[in-house]
Nanobody
Framework: QVQLVESGGGLVQAGGSLRLSCAAS????????MGWFRQAPGKEREFVAA????????RYADSVEGRFTVSKDNALNTVYLQMNSLKPEDTAVYYC?????????????????WGQGTQVTVSS
């Protein structure tokens, strides 16, 4: 069993920054690929970013490429999502997810464990 707890969400003005954190426990975090997804009201959950088990490789959705950065600290069992140049369309509940595999996955069905989500609201 894996427990994931996100933090760092909040209200920010357009152009601002936030850093989300996801603390993991209960499994060998260092051997897990991690992902971030988001879900806006009335929309399906969508892929945002993912990182492989070592933290050495990452992939991003086109909508956040160049603005968001995902990183992984295996010593602290934590994955981060640094979000810069935020836009109102980034408003959503952001979810952290852990895979049972080591490589990067962009589909939500490839992730086994999910956090409870943290709200990010970007005002215009």
């Amino acid at each position: 069993q894996v427990q994931l707890v996100e933090s760092g969400g909040g209200l920010v003005q357009a152009g601002g920054s936030l850093r989300l954190s996801c603390a993991a426990s209960g499994r060998t975090f260092s051997r897990s690929a991690m992902g971030w997804f988001r879900q806006a009201p009335g929309k399906e959950r969508e892929f945002v970013a993912a990182i492989n088990w070592t933290g050495g490789s990452a992939r991003y959705a086109d909508s956040v490429e160049g603005r968001f950065t995902v990183s992984k600290d295996n010593a602290l069992n934590t994955v981060y999502l640094q979000m810069n140049s935020l836009k109102p369309e980034d408003t959503a509940v952001y979810y952290c997810a852990a895979s049972s595999g080591v490589f990067i996955f962009t589909r939500s069905r490839d992730y086994t464990y999910w956090g409870q989500g943290t709200q990010v609201t970007v005002s215009s």
